[in-house]
């Protein structure tokens, strides 16, 4: 089973079979994750938060939940987790939110990691999806929008299974960096074969 711990501001790709599953675990208290999904035959087929939220009626993770394509395709479904707090509704982390936080980022935000990847597959920009935010809460307490640290422990999880055939993305969130610079602050795990 392919294994990878990122730091924050790296990400890992994996393309999965359906049955395949993946794990995102948390290796420091603190430190969220995004995960975005495409349909491995298209990758202008991807998933999306706003359709999951609705179809499913929830706008965090929870456990039998299905994760859709904006084609209404089954990508991904939560089989397990130890933590329910998660964001569907945040876009991935970019220098623009960075700036309106005066956050610093500890590598590479998000969404460069995401439109990295599809650059490489040939899509613009215009293709990265909102991500599903492991471990990722807004902050509006002050009437102002901001984001929390991440809610993860050491060791949280969330187990995935692949229900159709798709290529996942999983980046660990600069802006919500849990550890020390540089050091592994979540692991991917996954049953299929290991891409880069």
């Known amino acids: ?59 965090t993770l929870r456990e039998g939940m299905v994760l859709w394509s904006q084609e209404y395709r089954a990508l991904l479904r939560v089989e397990e987790l130890s933590n329910e707090r998660h964001d569907l509704a945040l876009e991935a982390c970019n220098p623009w939110v960075s700036r309106a936080l005066s956050a610093t980022l500890a590598g590479d935000c998000c969404w460069t990691s995401f439109r990295a990847w599809l650059e490489r597959e040939g899509l613009p920009e215009k293709w990265v999806p909102y991500p599903v935010g492991i471990f990722k809460q807004a902050d509006e307490r002050s009437g102002r929008y901001g984001l929390r640290a991440g809610s993860s422990s050491v060791g949280d999880f969330v187990r995935f299974s692949a229900a159709s055939r798709c290529t996942v993305l999983v980046s660990a969130c600069p802006l919500t960096a849990g550890g020390e610079p540089g050091a592994p602050a979540i692991e991917v795990t996954w049953n299929a074969t290991r891409e880069s």
Not at 6 to 30: H, N, Y
């Open 1 to 59: 089973m392919p294994e990878v711990e990122l730091a924050a501001g790296t990400m890992a790709v994996a393309t999965l079979a359906p049955g395949d599953s993946l794990c995102v675990r948390a290796l420091v208290a603190g430190q969220a994750a995004e995960l975005v999904a495409h349909a491995a035959a298209d990758p202008r087929e991807r998933l999306s938060t706003l359709l999951t939220g609705l179809a499913e009626g929830a706008y």
